[in-house]
């Protein structure tokens, strides 16, 4: 059967493609270790690649990519999030799924390349079913009543007693609610503009840059306290983060998509078209440990 194979140096994957047949599907994963569809998606994959004997010479080729660690190959092929499935034939791109839905990936894959070796439906994981158990499997067979039972007094507490962290909480939220305003535009991003951290992020620094903008900027790399409280704080678990006015834009896709419906969203913070950049020093909102 076929398996996935993991690519961690870019010459190692364009040699890998270099060598495949003008006629090879290449299926090409990108993921990240953070985020949970990716798991999901990576399952997937690996059951629809096992249906699929190897053959000399290929006729189709399962990879993956780990979007952050490799972004020129990230952004080579237009990668806003993840999971992201590229189907690629003699350096052709046939088609992209965004999203884990078995459904679309399976289709799609079978679509350019045939069915795999066993014949028709591929197993994809099948939606876990459970059912009651009868009373007389319950301990034995000795079930017990305990629809009228209420706690007395005398019972010992079922959980111990937690210290109180509100005070804590109160005050990272007040934080964090000065951070995001701490300039019109402000970016959580994954190391700083001149050096950047992951690929996403690089991107939207030099989408900003692009669009003239004027932007504060925060190294969540530098303090896990912001950085784990911003995700619940703004109800978004990835980063970067754009906001704008104090308000939660989103991540690159949805800027990219704000971008689509008005080409016109950045003009009342831009300067100068091409020249944007961080702000004046007093908004880029660093922790000193992340001072350059």
């Given at each position: 059967m076929s398996t996935?194979?993991?690519f961690n140096e870019p010459s190692d994957f364009h040699s890998h493609i270099s060598s495949l047949p003008s006629t090879a599907l290449l299926v090409l994963s990108f993921h990240t270790p953070w985020a949970a569809?990716?798991?999901?998606?990576?399952?997937?994959?690996?059951?629809?690649?096992?249906s699929y004997p190897p053959q000399i010479p290929p006729v189709i080729s399962f990879v993956s990519i780990n979007a952050e660690s490799l972004p020129d190959i990230s952004e080579s092929y237009?990668?806003?999030?993840?999971?992201y499935l590229v189907l690629q034939?003699?350096?052709?791109?046939?088609?992209?799924?965004?999203?884990?839905d078995a459904g679309k990936v399976r289709d799609a894959v079978e679509r350019?390349?045939?069915?795999?070796?066993?014949?028709?439906?591929?197993?994809?994981?099948?939606?876990?079913?459970a059912e009651p158990e009868s009373e007389g499997q319950i301990n034995g067979?000795?079930?017990?009543?305990?629809?009228?039972?209420a706690p007395t007094a005398n019972d010992p507490a079922t959980a111990p007693e937690m210290s109180s962290t509100k005070g804590q909480t109160e005050e990272l939220n007040k934080r964090l609610g000065e951070l995001v305003k701490a300039a019109p535009v402000m970016l959580f991003m994954k190391g700083t503009p001149s050096t950047p951290q992951c690929g996403f992020s690089r991107q939207l620094v030099g989408l900003l840059r692009e669009k003239g903008v004027r932007y504060g900027f925060f190294n969540i790399l530098a303090d896990e306290e912001v950085r784990q409280g911003l995700k619940l704080w703004a109800d978004w678990p990835t980063f970067p983060q754009?906001?704008?006015?104090?308000?939660?834009v989103g991540g690159l896709d949805i800027v990219k998509e704000e971008l689509d419906n008005d080409p016109n969203f950045f003009?009342?913070?831009?300067?100068?078209?091409?020249?944007?950049?961080?702000a004046a020093p007093d908004v880029q909102v660093q922790p000193a440990a992340a001072a350059v």
């Open positions: 996935i194979t993991e569809p990716c798991a999901q998606m990576s399952l997937i994959l690996r059951t629809l690649a096992s237009d990668v806003a999030a993840v999971p034939r003699d350096g052709k791109v046939l088609e992209s799924v965004s999203g884990s350019h390349a045939g069915k795999g070796g066993n014949t028709g439906k591929v197993g994809l994981p099948p939606a876990l079913e067979g000795a079930t017990k009543d305990l629809s009228g039972y754009l906001w704008v006015g104090g308000e939660l003009d009342s913070y831009a300067v100068e078209k091409g020249k944007g950049g961080m």
